[in-house]
């Protein structure tokens, strides 16, 4: 029973490594957009909403994990060396889960910072786009009673 435990948690963790791999792709995929000249609001949110579905399968998969390991913990820690091979894989695994981790989180910091820059230009442009709409109101507001002349009375005795 615990070789089964052992197979389905190596699985779990390589299963998470390919979805690790997914999230970098997608962080790449973040970071052409923010760099595009003109962001693509739809393309952004695509981006997230699949990152999330990604982070999600992780969260299951490790809810998974942990309560597989909880139930071999102990047989696993008594016969060492009957499943060394097994361990052994695993903490290849975990190794690599943890490189990618921190690679993924280096990016997620530098696109947090792409987004908060490109979200500012966004607003300054947004801004400026107002002013010159105001500006442009007023100066056809003004030239349109250039021409106008208020009503005068005129002194008719004379």
Request: charge should be negative; charged fraction near 40%; aromatic fraction near 6%.
């Amino acid at each position: 029973m615990a070789n089964e435990y052992l197979d389905i948690m190596i699985q779990s963790l390589q299963k998470k490594k390919k979805i690790l791999d997914g999230i970098i792709e997608k962080n790449k995929e973040q970071r052409e957009i923010l760099e595009k000249e003109e962001l693509n609001a739809d393309d952004f949110e695509r981006n997230v909403q699949e990152k999330s579905d990604l982070v999600d399968q992780i969260e299951i998969l490790d809810e998974g994990f942990e309560e597989l390991f909880g139930r071999v913990k102990t047989v696993v820690k008594a016969h060492k060396q009957e499943y060394r091979e097994e361990i052994v894989l695993m903490q290849q695994l975990i190794t690599e889960i943890t490189e990618k981790s921190v690679t993924i989180q280096s990016e997620e910091m530098r696109n947090r910072r792409m987004v908060e820059l490109r979200f500012s230009q966004e607003r300054k442009k947004i801004r400026e786009k107002k002013n010159t709409s105001v500006v442009a109101n007023q100066y056809y507001k003004n030239m349109s009673n250039l021409n106008y002349v208020e009503a005068q009375f005129m002194d008719s005795k004379k």
